[in-house]
């Protein structure tokens, strides 16, 4: 017998723009969810048909605490963002999802410096994927930044 494996993972990356310079400033895997496993398999059996259509970003989780696979929210979104741009790699069978926020938009009205800790990536149907946190990024309103989050899906 012939026994073939497929596994789904994801990576998420962060960059800061300041003008016309990106910087790399976070580069790690991520947990995919049980409920995003679900959804894929689902849709390999034609029973849904979402599609990943955004990216979210946080504030409420304890930096250094692993994300579970039984999330199915981050802990205090503060944005979301549909995709500005996707990327098939076809050879490296690997999606890149990217969204920016920029500092206007991820602190409007709020504590400044806002924190940034968590991220996750969507189906349009509001089912979680995959989830991220890290250390701490802090951003003052005044910032004349960006962030773009990379995130890469892929099946090995």
């Known amino acids: 017998m012939i026994k073939d494996t497929l ?17 790399l400033i976070f580069d790690e895997q991520n947990t995919i969810v049980n409920a995003g496993k679900l959804l894929v398999l689902d849709s390999i059996n034609g029973d849904s048909t979402a599609s990943l259509s955004r990216i979210a970003i946080g504030n409420g989780n304890v930096p250094n605490i692993s994300p579970l696979v039984t999330d199915t929210t981050i802990a205090n979104e503060i944005d979301t963002s549909v995709f500005s741009s996707t990327t098939k790699d076809t050879v490296n069978r690997i999606i890149e999802y990217r969204v920016s926020f920029a500092s206007s938009d991820i602190t409007p009205g709020s504590i400044d410096p806002e924190e ?20 701490a990024r802090n ?8 962030l773009t989050f990379a995130w890469s899906v892929g099946v090995a």
Do not use: V
């Open 7 to 23: 596994k789904l993972w994801g990576r998420l990356r962060i960059y800061r723009n300041n003008g016309s310079k990106q910087t």
């Open 116 to 135: 940034i800790n968590e991220a996750a990536i969507f189906f349009d149907d509001g089912t979680m994927l995959s989830r991220k946190t890290f250390n």
């Open 139 to 146: 951003f003052l309103i005044a910032d004349s930044i960006s």
